[in-house]
């Protein structure tokens, strides 16, 4: 034991000389109660569409189910804190808030080749075989974090740290090898209701509940059609991901600002929505080469930038709507269009000669007009 202790301090230390901010050790049988949380959430149907939460649910539920041979889960985290409060930026609505996690470079990429650095130097030093995961496979990563230590699932059911606040991700290394456990974290919420309260769309139901197809970061990046029509004035600015429910959290008092590969990359930071608009799918890959924001594409983006546009308020950016109305995709036609309906007077956009042949963007015209008709004065008599 006392050379599997050591071995596990110098792990922790080589994880952090690599760049990661801490470590733990779960047991992977040590989340059953996840699995059952899991469970009635599916039964529940708040996965939205996302039907591959389903879809391996039992591999989700126990880690030894995705890999029998796993005897010891390695959580590590990596801070990606903002050095502002990025509420802030829900004040300038002409412009774009993109979740702050998504300014830098993609953590799938960036973690996935640190965890396996980490993980050669575990095989060179003690043998055995490893499996790394980052947000990649069916791992329930944050129950295995608060089974290690690392932090607890705060109301909003992120991950929240007593050290980095709300603000860092998660990677897993899987090993064969038996190593120390670390113990469970316990809740530390109290009766802060801050992150429930903050929340623009209502998505959680309960404390620790997150009903997935109200949440922003679910509407604008998981979900591939249309955003509800309900949700779309909630949504505001934001065109990627949402940070409200992290940000009100009174524990990033401790967060720990982004390391270097997180740190905003030029025009990351409140871009102007005009700006956006206007991107050929090869300036929207150049743009964000290297980003996770690249992985929604070109359609799904500027279906967030039309809504975006069309709650913005800004007369100035009636043009860019009109533009976004003559694209070819029919998903941002009719999000353009829901757009226009938004900020033109009512009787403008009644008098635009709209047609279109897509049957989505053609009940999306009907809808528009009816919702502006009825804006309309009445003069009775």
């Known amino acids: 034991m006392t050379d599997l202790a050591q071995l596990k301090q110098a792990l922790k230390d080589k994880a952090k000389a690599i760049g990661f901010a801490d470590l733990a050790i779960a047991d992977p049988g040590g989340i059953e109660d996840a699995g059952t949380r899991l469970g009635l959430w599916l039964e529940a149907e708040r996965q939205g569409e996302m039907a591959w939460m389903a879809d391996r649910a039992t591999w989700r539920a126990d880690p030894r189910v995705l890999w029998p041979d ?3 889960v390695i959580l590590l985290t990596e801070s990606y804190g903002p050095d502002f409060d990025p509420l802030q930026l829900l004040e300038t609505p ?3 808030a993109i979740s702050c996690y998504a300014w830098g470079k993609d953590y799938h990429e960036v973690i996935k080749k640190r965890l396996k650095r980490l993980g050669r130097w575990l095989i060179e030093r003690a043998g055995g075989d490893i499996k790394v995961f980052v947000d990649t496979a069916p791992v329930m990563e944050k129950p295995l974090a608060q089974a290690a230590g690392l932090g ?9 740290s007593r050290e980095l606040g709300s603000w860092f991700f998660l990677g897993s290394v899987f090993t064969t090898l038996d190593l120390p456990k670390d113990r469970a974290h ?12 903050i929340c623009p769309t209502a998505a959680f139901p309960a404390p620790f509940q997150l009903d997935a197809a109200r949440c922003i970061s679910y509407l604008t990046i998981e979900l591939k059609g249309a955003i509800p029509r309900s949700m779309r004035p909630l949504i505001g600015n934001r065109i990627y991901g949402c940070d409200d429910c ?5 524990w990033n008092k401790f967060a720990v600002n982004a390391h270097d590969p997180y740190l905003p990359r030029d025009g990351a930071i409140a871009p102007q929505l005009a700006d956006l608009a206007c991107l050929s799918d090869q300036a929207f890959r150049a743009r964000f080469s290297g980003s996770p924001i690249k992985r929604i594409g070109r359609v799904r983006f500027l279906r967030n930038v039309a809504v975006a546009i069309g709650n913005s308020g800004a007369d100035s950016l009636i043009p860019t709507a009109q ?10 036609r009719q999000h353009a269009i829901w757009a226009l309906s938004r900020l033109m007077k009512a009787s403008t956009f009644l008098d635009l000669p709209l047609t279109d042949q897509d049957p989505s963007v053609a009940e999306e015209i009907a809808l528009c007009r009816a919702e ?3 804006r309309l004065p009445s003069f009775a008599g």
């Open 372 to 374: 502006v008709t009825a």
């Open 94 to 96: 002409d412009r774009a």
């Open 70 to 72: 796993v005897r010891s």
């Open 186 to 197: 316990e809740e530390h919420c109290g009766n802060c209701r801050a992150c429930l309260d």
């Open 323 to 332: 533009d976004l109305a003559e694209e070819a995709d029919p998903l941002i």
């Open 152 to 160: 607890w699932q705060g109301k909003h059911t992120n991950l929240v």
């Open 246 to 250: 992290l940000a009100a959290c009174p």
